[in-house]
């Protein structure tokens, strides 16, 4: 998700957290470091993008994959160290990654400039952020959500979620992907408001595209705060008003989303997670980053099916090092976010997952912490073991 929203969803509950004390930190400049002989994603600066949020990902055919970030760092210069002054494209940038011959990862940036500026991957005139996308018979489509800034005096978060969108993309084919057609679908007169993210992550399964939207109510002594679980049909994608689904305490699942009778399936509270079908286990996982103590720790669940029973949350790898205060990545004002695993780089029982770290401090700031690193806002990449 976005780096300028400092997401609602995340980070107002990271935000609330008491903070730590600022520690030492030694300014180092960032350096991507591709492992040899494993196909193991890394995103170095190139090609003007200096960081970005998000990083969701999906295979489009044997050879290449797909990467989505958030609000992004822009620069013409190559070789920056730092981004003061730089440029932020608000919206959507992408990539495209292969692995080499020799099992080496490579990535190339896709920057849309419009008169010389750079501009988002998506929308002519709105501020969009991915979500996660899906293919249906040989069909690409990528969520958005849809946000406009506000100029509120005393509001912390200075935007507002206006509403939810699927780019489609019959043909991507075309190695350049702005030589790609893109039509959208709206799809918010069919999502109530108290769903702030909508496809935090995406399952095509029997027939349905199944999502886990973040969902937030209270009213009526009625109070609820987690993912939930929807679907749509998948010959219902195109025209998905009044055919969304949501699964009840029940077990059974109904048109309409009442606060009464839904289910939180994940006791996550995220904007972003991944859910995937490993075959060799029979088992799905959901990967996610904790939102407390500002997101430093990394947990996995498992399930045989899409709807659960879920196990409880487990640990996945080390505390995250960017909110350590014993570690010289930490700064008092970093919260992490963003936990996912990328399925098409897991081997075995070895989940790849990426999660990425941000400031609370005013990144307008030309001396900010985020401005004067270039460690944080960007994917960080982890092999874990689970």
């Given at each position: 998700m976005g780096m300028i929203k400092k997401s609602v969803f995340i980070v107002l509950l990271l935000l609330i957290l008491p903070l730590f004390s600022c520690s030492t930190f030694l300014s180092e400049k960032y350096t991507a470091e591709v492992p040899s002989n494993q196909c193991m994603p890394v995103f170095p600066d190139k090609n003007g993008w200096y960081g970005g949020d998000g990083a969701y990902s999906i295979s489009l055919d044997q050879e290449r994959t797909l990467w989505l970030f958030g609000d992004t760092f822009v620069a013409h210069e190559e070789g920056r160290k730092d981004r003061v002054d730089m440029?932020?494209?608000?919206?959507?940038?992408?990539?495209?990654?292969?692995?080499?011959?020799?099992?080496?990862?490579?990535?190339?940036?896709?920057?849309?400039?419009?008169?010389?500026?750079?501009?988002?991957s998506f929308g002519e005139n709105e501020w969009l952020w991915p979500q996660d996308p899906f293919m249906v018979n040989s069909v690409l489509y990528i969520p958005l959500i849809a946000v406009a800034a506000i100029d509120k005096k005393g509001e912390l978060f200075k935007f507002?979620?206006?509403?939810?969108?699927?780019?489609?993309?019959?043909?991507?084919?075309?190695?350049?992907?702005?030589?790609?057609?893109?039509?959208?679908?709206?799809?918010?007169p069919a999502i109530p408001p108290e769903i702030a993210a909508f496809a935090t992550t995406s399952v095509v399964h029997d027939n349905y595209v199944y999502f886990y939207p973040f969902y937030t109510y209270s009213k009526d002594a009625v109070n609820i705060l987690g993912n939930i679980l929807a679907r749509i049909p998948v010959t219902k994608l195109d025209n998905p008003t009044g055919a969304i689904e949501y699964f009840t305490k029940e077990g059974t699942w109904q048109n309409n989303l009442n606060p009464a009778r839904v289910k939180v399936i994940l006791d996550a509270c995220v904007s972003e997670l991944s859910v995937r079908y490993h075959a060799a286990e029979k088992k799905w996982i959901a990967v996610y980053l904790t939102t407390q103590n500002k997101g430093d720790k990394l947990f996995y669940q498992v399930a045989d099916e899409p709807e659960g029973p879920w196990s409880k949350p487990k640990a996945l790898g080390m505390k995250v090092p960017e909110v350590d205060p014993q570690s010289p990545l930490y700064d008092k004002n970093n919260f992490c976010y963003a936990g996912k695993e990328h399925i098409e780089f897991s081997r075995n029982k070895n989940l790849i997952v990426t999660y990425v770290c941000n400031s609370a401090e005013d990144f307008e700031k030309k001396t900010s912490f985020l401005r004067r690193n270039l460690f944080l806002y960007r994917p960080v990449v982890n092999n874990i073991n689970y």
């Open positions: 440029d932020v494209i608000l919206g959507t940038t992408l990539a495209i990654s292969t692995c080499s011959v020799n099992n080496e990862f490579k990535i190339q940036y896709y920057l849309k400039k419009k008169n010389e500026k750079f501009v988002s507002k979620i206006t509403g939810h969108k699927l780019a489609r993309i019959k043909d991507f084919s075309a190695a350049d992907p702005y030589k790609w057609r893109v039509g959208y679908i709206d799809l918010t």
